[in-house]
């Protein structure tokens, strides 16, 4: 009985560390841009994001243009797409 009680005592340590409150975040879906590189080269399109944001696995997506100002934070669940002067997918990335 006493094994077995110090054996459960860290998970019962660690259940008081679980934050399971509505609205609080979910694990972090991580975006993996391989899969959306076939879009580089093709022109931009609106209906494209979509497309590529279900290949990356990402939960969200930024286009960014030419000379366009962008927040440097980065978030492992978003997907970046780079258009380039001839509306033409230069590269995409996550962060």
Not at 7 to 23: E, F, N
Not at 36 to 63: D, E, H, I, K, N
């Amino acid at each position: 009985m006493t094994k077995a009680l110090f054996a459960a005592l860290p998970l019962i340590a660690l259940a008081g560390c679980v934050d399971d409150r509505p609205g609080m975040p979910g694990p972090v879906r991580e975006c993996r841009a391989g899969p959306a590189q076939r879009f580089v080269g093709a022109p931009f399109r609106p209906a494209l994001v979509r497309q590529a944001q279900r290949a990356a696995g990402a939960r969200s997506v930024r286009v960014l243009y030419p000379g366009q100002a962008a927040t440097m934070d980065f978030r492992a669940d978003r997907l970046n797409i780079n258009v380039g002067e001839r509306n033409i997918i230069r590269s995409l990335n996550c962060g």
